[in-house]
């Protein structure tokens, strides 16, 4: 614990990886955004409805927003943040969220305020359910090392409770993958809702309507196929490369998943998946799909044979 409690002191591994980019806690870059005249409302009501919802699952805490960095007014020409940048998001050891802007990331405030706000809100949304999720640690030669994540293991010597799903598989048996997609799934019902609510509409230009969906997930086959052809600079095809492979990787084989051992039930697996993930607890999950696929399920899809090897 004290070493974790020194690792978490210390941001700055975290955001040299990000040396062109400014970095500022969460409450002060939307004081920042509020002072230019930029309405944040749809973002705090999102997180209000999160927090009601992640309740319901067990969650009885968000992660502090002054544990959120949000990279901006970045030095390197083309700049360009949201989700979907390079190394970043929720980092365990730090417990802290390292995020950037949404848009051109040379802007002190987003160039399109919805769509920032939007990608903010699912941003920090997912991050809460990473920050909330049931960690186990155990110290191996002083140094703390991660047995426990969720409903995900992993032994001392590093060899994870699953194995990675194959290249170009539809659905997965990877506990990574699974979490990561009912995670995602939930913040982005969340900045679903809140669009809805406020009634922000998709972008007039195709980057903005395809990150606008993949944000709301409404993304569709078609959505990441034209991806690849989307005009813009270097940074922009990166970023949206990285979408499409994000949404094929995760998004769609956790929906497949559900297709595949839920039909029917989608939203209440997802439901106990979640539970599950939050106390880190499989039983209750274990059990329902014993009841509907044999005895043994959650072993039987999830554990690699190689997992208990000397």
């Known amino acids: 614990m004290a070493a974790l409690a020194a690792i978490r ?26 002072t230019s005249g930029i309405d944040t409302t ?11 919802r992640y309740a319901v699952h067990g969650l009885a805490k968000l992660l502090p927003p002054e544990r959120v960095l949000i990279g ?9 943040g949201g989700f979907h940048h390079p190394d970043q998001g929720y980092r365990h050891l730090q417990m802290m969220s390292v995020v950037t802007m949404y848009g051109p990331l ?8 919805a769509s920032a706000l939007l990608d903010l809100l699912r941003a920090y ?34 060899q994870p409770y699953s194995a990675a799903d194959s290249q170009g598989c539809r659905s997965t048996r990877n506990l990574g993958i699974l979490m990561e997609g009912a995670c995602d799934k939930e913040a982005r019902a969340i900045t679903r809702q809140a669009a809805e609510h406020f009634d922000l509409a998709e972008p007039p230009d195709v980057l903005g309507t395809l990150a606008y969906r993949d944000a709301t997930g409404t993304l569709t086959t078609e959505d990441t196929d034209r991806s690849a052809v989307v ?5 922009q095809r990166r970023y949206l ?31 106990r998946l979640l539970g599950a993930v939050i106390s880190g607890d499989a039983t209750a999950l274990g059990t329902w799909l014993d009841v509907r696929h044999g005895p043994g399920a959650f072993t039987g899809l999830f554990r690699t044979p190689a997992y208990f090897d000397a």
Do not use: M
């Not at 040379?106 to 305020?113: A, F, G, K």
């Open 9 to 34: 002191c210390d941001a700055s591994p975290l955001t040299a990886k990000h040396p062109a980019h400014v970095f500022r806690t969460l409450p002060e870059t939307l004081r920042r955004w509020e």
């Open 42 to 52: 749809p973002f705090r009501v999102g997180v209000a409805l999160a927090g009601h």
């Open 72 to 80: 901006c007014e970045s030095s390197r020409p083309g700049a360009f």
């Open 106 to 113: 040379e802007r002190l405030v987003p160039e399109h305020p």
């Open 125 to 158: 949304t997912h991050d809460c359910l990473h920050y909330g999720s049931r960690r186990r640690y155990v110290e191996v030669a002083g140094v703390p090392v991660r047995t426990q994540y969720g409903i995900n293991y992993r032994r001392t010597s590093g």
């Open 231 to 235: 005009p813009g600079s270097e940074e």
């Open 241 to 271: 490369a990285a979408l499409s492979g994000y949404e094929r990787a995760v998004n769609r084989r956790y929906t497949h998943f559900l297709d595949e051992f839920a039909p029917g039930e989608e939203n209440e697996c997802h439901a």
